[in-house]
């Protein structure tokens, strides 16, 4: 357990730079959509502020297919427990987040998919 605290901690070191500018582009972002007209787009795409993050996350750090789709999974399932628990404000930001999980699995996998098969 300390191995993996340890290796954790390595990683967040690492990646220090690659984090804070997620955070920042977030804080700035959400200070942006409360801005008058621009919130506009905000009450029409309410999952605006997540999907920025996403992208990053995947520009940032090239995450693997097969951890996008457990995390998303995993994700999806808790969801389902917090809407039976009502707790409606996390239903909703957990949702938005293992649909575009999900969504970018899918996205990734069609390329593997149209890939013509080679004759053997």
Do not use: C
Not at 2 to 18: A, M, R, T, Y
């Amino acid at each position: 357990m300390k191995n993996k605290f340890k290796s954790f901690h390595q990683w967040i070191v690492k990646n220090k730079g690659k984090l804070f500018t997620i955070i920042i582009v977030h804080f700035l972002l959400t200070i942006l959509l409360y801005l008058p007209y621009i919130n506009l787009i905000y009450l029409v795409v309410t999952f605006f502020q997540y999907l920025v993050d996403w992208i990053l996350i995947l520009v940032l750090f090239h995450p693997a297919k097969r951890k996008i789709l457990v995390v998303g999974i995993a994700l999806y399932g808790i969801n389902y427990f917090l809407y039976l628990l009502k707790i409606n404000s996390l239903v909703d930001w957990v949702g938005n987040v293992s649909y575009f999980m999900i969504a970018t699995y899918v996205l990734f996998s069609i390329r593997e998919i149209r890939k013509p098969k080679s004759k053997n």
